[in-house]
């Protein structure tokens, strides 16, 4: 089973380390440690801060400010719904309700096994597709109950298995 | 830069190009309501308040990010202006908690202020107040941010003016707030309790904690703080004759500008403790009782002149107080030699740092005094020497941090211990103490083998460059290194960073407090010469001086070997000039310092001691001899503000003023003459110190009488030149600075400066007795010896117990753990402390802070005075440390 992988902390500083001083490179490095681990650590945040000549504050402010950058190790997989207009009208709601039931997962929260975590987000850009939502990099739309199902079977998720 | 020229509200003004729309309407006194908008801040263009609109292109646009353009027709306050304000402020209000009406704040709430001007009463909108719970653990700033309007002041003042980054925002929309790293309380964060953030915040999101009073004081008057050589202008608010609250003052020229320390900010309350004297007191039958001023002052006098007349004027000794104004210290000094005919006058200050100071009196002819902070913000570089300013004078850190944050200038560190600026700097160096010397000529030779030395400076305005040149070429590197700790790589890239450049230096108490203060000194005029880097902006040097009048305590001639203006009593003009001043005839006979005045008292020969605003109890060494040689004494008078160690032993106890409590002025570090005026009433029958002084001096019947503060600044502005200003009566002035040297002519006129030769570097001797070397430093919650600032309800709530700090290797190697309670042993004495593990310090140094426990550490050092150099040598001592449960 995939667990958050311990924090390899020299591979963290090897990142950090090649930013050094840059401190205009302060969401690169964020990005890269957020690929590398899934995460980033609280942890890293003063180590950040010292080699890019930051406060401390702004490195988390920065953080917690992007969607994209998370304190809290995340799934394997991270199921985005949409909660914009487009996909509203389109019954996104009752997608994001029957995806909580399916997952077993309310907003924001990650399941035990680290397989999967639930998010929403404003508008996904693929108004065109509503309802949306997107696993990890890849879209997926026009979403039913059913499709929602076979989606995740196909990211090893059964029906009914909680 | 040609002007541009806009119409606003139908004026026609013009303004520089590049200012703001807000800016061009103040500067023509017309008004726009802002929130997130502060003159000392980078504008953010947050609150949208400040919304302006443009005839001519119908755009609504914030002015205070929106720069003025030529032929602009702005309406500040136009219906369709007042209608988008009236909503911004409701949507404000809807997001705001109902306990609105009882808030501290009060009618100093912007926010309510403004609603009140735009008639927003009623919002009618659905409230969605945000609850985030009151965060009030700490005992002095209290934060609801239910309250916040995320104008960012807080966070900006915090990254921008005191650059600690303790605050900023964290997550978005509904959610965002200002907060610490991992959402901790502010104790628990990198927050220096500047409360600058506090000053600024425009609701009551953030507020001072009150120990005292709650709610708006009654007066506010401004005044200096008495506490740094920074010499901060304040905002004293009190309620029925009592300061209930400090902030720093509106006005924009000052040192400060918008911010504080956390001492200026929030540690006041010595001013109205049950300690503080209210009336005379006089010791009959062995007690202290309380008698007339009339009686007290009568018997002073007497007895005096009667000790003077028995036993000669050298058997009379005055202390008087770098914590008192210009004019005291004036009075004191003449009251010293004019009437009583001795030279025995000093000052507080002796140990922190004059008689090192004074090098660039001797060498320089007192020329570069004049060193506003805010050069430092425009120098080229910046070498900071034996200095923690983050917790000894806070706002000149602020100004380190700015010039290296914002402005990007290099900042080099060169201090034993990893301080708060070296996260700031370039370069640290991290060397053994006392070596600072060897550092300095190192760095010299250096440059000198690289041939890098300002040749037109040295050729214009130097003699004695080519045998300085001999001494570098011939002074070994290596040694340098043995000494210092510091590799020769260190060195030379020290050396890169400063090649070629004009350097601001800023020398603090490690250098002003060591015992090889003065070599230290020496060695850095030369490098300063050697690079040219004195005589002008942007270079040359900044001390930074611990008490608040440590400057004018000294150029007003309380001090032993200094008559008034800081001019030299050895020297045959200057006395008989003084003694045409006076009248009088001056003894040439050179004083006693405040060592030799203990050291004399102990002999007996000292008969009379009369202390103005000092404690020497707590803050000379080896506290017991001190109390030894005051018993000696037939006679001590103590004028003070409070109860302390050294009144207890007086014969009669003179209670004075305190700074608040009187008018006055202040001579910072920079050689800023700042007047302040009297905020409340002094308490009981307690009177300010020039006045009991002017009393005295008729007691003795001095002809001329000091009975106002204008008569003793006319003295001092007709007598002192450099003084000259103080007459007026400017809020602020600076002293006029006058030298012999050609550098600091403007016509290059006079002598040139000399180089002084190279002192060869020596190893310090081990001791095996006592392993380690402790620090003696402050924190910036308590200044000097604590006399003041341990009366502070708010730092006794805060509980800092003033731990040892140890490197992490040697709490291994004596096996020790954090919160273990040591015995600390020198030679000369011993004190119990908990033990704090610090990972940045290195092994063999330990850090014991100043002030706490009654500033018992002083029982670690010795009083004495080091050799020829007068070198006071309190900074470092040798100790031991042993587990207490291993003694017993
Ligand atoms: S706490 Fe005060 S200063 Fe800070 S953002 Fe909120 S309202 Fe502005
Ligand atoms: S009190 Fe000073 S250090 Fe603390 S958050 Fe406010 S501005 Fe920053
Ligand atoms: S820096 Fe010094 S003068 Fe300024 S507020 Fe702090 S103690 Fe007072
Ligand atoms: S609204 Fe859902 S993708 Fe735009
Ligand atoms: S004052 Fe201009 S936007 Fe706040």
Redesign the interface.
Known sequence: MAKPKDIDWRELEAIIDKHRGETWALIPLLQDIQETLGYIP?ES??PIA?AL??????V??VI??YAGLSLKPKGKYVIRICRGTACHVKGGRSILRFMKKEVGLDEGETSPDYQFTLETVACLGACFLAPAMMVNRTYFGKLSPPKVTSILAEYGKKKGEG | MEEISLTINGKNISCAPGTSILNAALQNGIKIPTLCHHPNLEPVGACRLCLVEDEKSGRIMASCVTPASPNMVIHTDSPTIKEHRINIIRLMMANHPESCIVCSQGNRCELRQIAAELGVGQIGLYPMPHYTGLEAANPFIIRDLSKCILCGKCIRAD?ELVV?????????GFKSRP????EMPLEK??CTFCGTCVSLCPTGALSLKNTRYVGSPQNESSTICGFCGVGCSLVMGSVDGQIVEVNPSHKQDTVNRSTLCVRGHFIHDFLSVPERLTSPLVRTDGDLSPAAWDEALELVAQRLIGIRRKNGPQSIAFLGSSKCSNEENYLFQKMARVILGTNNVDNGSYGSGRTITSRINERLDAGGRVKPLAELERAEMIFVIGANPAESLPVASYYLKRAS?MNGIPLMVADPRKTALV?FSSLWLPLAPNSDYAMISGLAAILYKRGSYDKDFISQFTEGFDRYGEDLSSFKLEGVSRVTGLDGELMERAADLIEGKKIAFVIGHGILQQRHGILSMDALLNLALMTGSLGGEGKGLHFLTMENNQMGAWDMGTAPDFLPGRKSLHNDLIRKNWEQNWEVKLSPDPGLNTIRMIEEAEKGNLKALYVMGENPLRSLPQPERISNALKNLEFMVVQDILATETTLMADVVLPGAAFSEKGGSFTNMEGRIQSFEQAVAPPGEAKPDWEILGLLFAKMRYPKRYSSLDKIKAEISDLVPVYSALERNEEQTWIKESSNSRLFHLQGEGEPIHFSPVIKTEPERSDEDYPLRAILGSLRYHLGSGTRTAHSVRIKDFALKGEVEISLEDSAALKLKEGDQVRISSAHGSISREVMLNPDLRPGLIFIPVAFHNNDVMNLIELTQLGEANSPGWKECRVRIQKVEDLC
């Not at chain 1, 000549?53 to 702004?58: E, I, K, M, R, V």
């Not at chain 2, 600690?164 to 978005?172: F, N, Q, S």
């Not at chain 2, 907060?179 to 991992?182: E, G, I, Q, R």
């Open positions: 609280e945040i003063e010292e000549n930051l406060f401390a504050s702004q988390q402010g917690s400010f | 990254h600690v980054g303790a605050i900023d925002y964290t997550l978005r907060a610490t790293v991992h964060s990198d944050r996260p």
